[in-house]
């Protein structure tokens, strides 16, 4: 697949980001609110007509080591602003969660990958080329910031993945010289990668985006009382490096817990009874969940492009992915 580099609607966007920041980031949740919250309600009954027996996660994000590289501006695991104790996942438990979802017939999304960089992760590719040889219909994904990859690293991952994304964070609308060097690579090489897709993003390093349930360094939550629903209890699975599900990536700090995949099986974690009421406590709207009702966190297109695959009768989040991405 051709290479793609994207930013969001393009100089005009970057300026905003930079000039008008709370303005551009209020002006672009206001309109995902709007816009979507009624296709929400609608996979949130779908998600709940058998109780016992849910729909499996849209994405399983595994975070190996929560570390990052980076300085974002937004983000609590950047470098000046990382406060979590250090924790890196045990081999054992990350091919027991593996094994857990191929037992499970797991055939969505899958990302090694949380509030971290993955490359600082020596093993990263050893742990991808696991999940493919154990979950070889699932839709792998891998999110990086570039800063650490070079030509060699992409390659040596690219066979198991579907998909990878750097994400170019930046003040000067210009590539670092690694994902510089990588494009280049692959344009040089299209047939190395015609099995892969490769994004590439330009992103503001500086950028103003959400609160983070009230983490984002540069935009705490206030006072003010998100009324809409969350569809991330629904469709996402997210595991810390010592094997707790939390509630979502708004997490930062690591204090929710929902399930403990050290003590149960990744299937029966993902219905546990705390995982029933914290969907339940958001089902209509934030204001029910402590954490969660000052969060204006909303997540992009990804998510919602297979809610709406499975809810125009697509029986299952593989298929939908398979249309989005083949």
Request: charge should be positive; proline fraction near 5%; glycine fraction near 6%.
């Amino acid at each position: 697949m051709p290479v793609k580099v994207a930013n969001f609607m393009g100089r005009f966007g970057w300026e905003m980001q930079k000039r008008f920041p709370t303005l551009s980031a209020n002006s672009y949740l206001k309109l995902q609110f709007l816009t979507r919250n009624g296709m929400q309600k609608k996979y949130i009954d779908y998600f709940l007509k058998d109780p016992e027996n849910p729909p499996f996660p849209n994405v399983v994000n595994i975070e190996t080591i929560n570390r990052c590289n980076s300085n974002c501006a937004f983000c609590t695991a950047n470098v000046h602003a990382e406060k979590r104790p250090f924790k890196k996942m045990e081999p054992e438990l990350y091919r027991r969660i593996i094994d857990g979802l191929a037992d499970w017939g797991y055939r969505g999304h899958l990302t090694l990958y949380g509030n971290n960089e993955p490359w600082l992760d020596d093993r990263i590719v050893e742990f991808h080329k696991y999940a493919r040889e154990k979950l070889p219909d699932c839709f792998i994904f891998m999110s990086t910031n570039g800063l650490l990859l070079t030509v060699d690293r992409m390659k040596s991952v690219v066979p198991y993945v579907n998909q990878l994304i750097i994400n170019n964070y930046c003040e000067d609308m210009k590539l670092h010289k690694t994902t510089a060097d990588c494009l280049r690579y692959i344009r040089e090489n299209p047939d190395e990668f015609r099995d892969v897709d490769v994004l590439i993003q330009m992103r503001y390093v500086k950028a103003v985006l959400t609160n983070r349930a009230g983490s984002a360094p540069n935009k705490q939550a206030k006072t003010k009382i998100v009324r809409e629903t969350c569809l991330m209890p629904y469709t996402d699975m997210w595991i810390t490096p010592d094997g707790r599900l939390g509630y979502c990536c708004c997490d930062n700090f690591e204090v929710t817990e929902l399930a403990d995949v050290n003590k149960v099986p990744v299937k029966e974690a993902w219905n546990s009874e705390a995982y029933r009421k914290f969907r339940e406590s958001v089902r209509n709207g934030r204001a029910g969940n402590d954490f969660c009702k000052y969060c204006d966190f909303i997540d992009g297109g990804l998510r919602m492009d297979i809610v709406a695959g499975i809810l125009k009768g697509q029986s299952t989040t593989a298929e939908a992915s398979q249309k989005l991405f083949h």
